[in-house]
Every structure is written in structure tokens, then in C-alpha cells.
């Protein structure tokens, strides 16, 4: 998994707890607690798949441009960070006569795989809306 996946969801979520404002990058930034760029870097991306929409200009930013009752973060994954979950390495080597050498890099493949269809189908049933309602319910339980 990596980052943009979470500032993706972090962004979403703050648009959405705020829907009759736009978010400038800074202030998105700032509550995400990173640079600027990063955020627009994700925010440019989420743009280009209709998440949100942009204002230039004085009073600018980012605002909502979606349902956040009907983005899953299984979207949200697959647009940011698919297939993030096998590494860039993975031990073995075809090549080997040693059967665990052998045979290490194809199993650990199926076991990833396995995995991300796990973490898919888990990203299926939570939205932009429910994380939203988490956050409400455990500032709730905060007092």
C-alpha cells in the first residue's frame, strides 16, 4: 500500500465533511500533515477520474464532484495503488533446482494475489461516506 492511497481517502473524506467549501492543497495538506505537493500530485489524479473538481484562482481549490456514498475505497485502491501489496522483490529463483528456490517466487505470487483480492473485496463495502462516519462516531466517543 502506499501513501497516495491514503491521501486519496484523507482528501475524499475532508471534502466531503465539507461540502459547500473548496480546499486549497495547503489546507488539504496541512490536515493530511504533508507537503503541498503531494497532495496536488494526488488531487490532480483524482481529478482526472471525476472525484473532484478544481477552481482556479483567488477562492480556489478542490471540491467534491462524487458521491461519497458511492466511492469504495476498492476504487480508490485500484486508481491509486494497485497491486501495491506484492513487493518489488521476492525471494527464490525459477531457475534453481533447489525446490524451495525453485519454487518460492510463484507460490509467494499466488499468496499476493490471494491477498489483494482479499483486501478488494474488504475495500468493496467501505466508502468515502462510511470513513466519514467513523471519524464522526470517534470524535463522538471522545466527548
Known amino acids: 500500500m502506499n501513501s497516495e492511497f491514503t491521501i486519496a481517502v484523507h482528501g475524499l473524506v475532508l471534502l466531503a465533511y465539507t461540502p459547500d467549501h ?3 492543497s495547503e489546507k488539504i495538506a496541512c490536515n493530511v500533515a504533508t507537503h503541498p505537493a503531494r497532495v496536488r500530485k494526488v488531487m490532480g489524479a483524482l481529478r482526472k477520474l471525476g472525484y473532484v473538481e478544481t477552481k482556479e484562482g483567488l477562492g480556489g481549490g478542490y471540491s467534491l464532484r462524487c458521491d461519497p456514498e458511492r466511492v469504495t475505497l476498492a476504487e480508490l485502491y485500484r486508481a491509486m495503488c494497485p497491486g501495491s501489496l506484492k513487493p518489488t522483490w521476492t525471494s527464490g ?3 534453481e533446482k533447489c525446490v524451495v528456490a525453485g519454487n518460492m517466487q510463484c507460490v509467494m505470487d499466488g499468496i499476493f494475489a490471494e491477498a489483494e483480492r482479499h483486501l478488494e473485496s474488504y475495500f468493496e463495502g467501505l466508502t468515502i461516506g462510511d470513513v466519514l462516519r467513523s471519524i464522526r462516531e470517534s ?5
Request: no cysteine.
Open 22 to 24: 473548496m480546499a486549497t
Open 139 to 143: 470524535q463522538l466517543a471522545k466527548g
Open 93 to 95: 529463483n525459477p531457475e
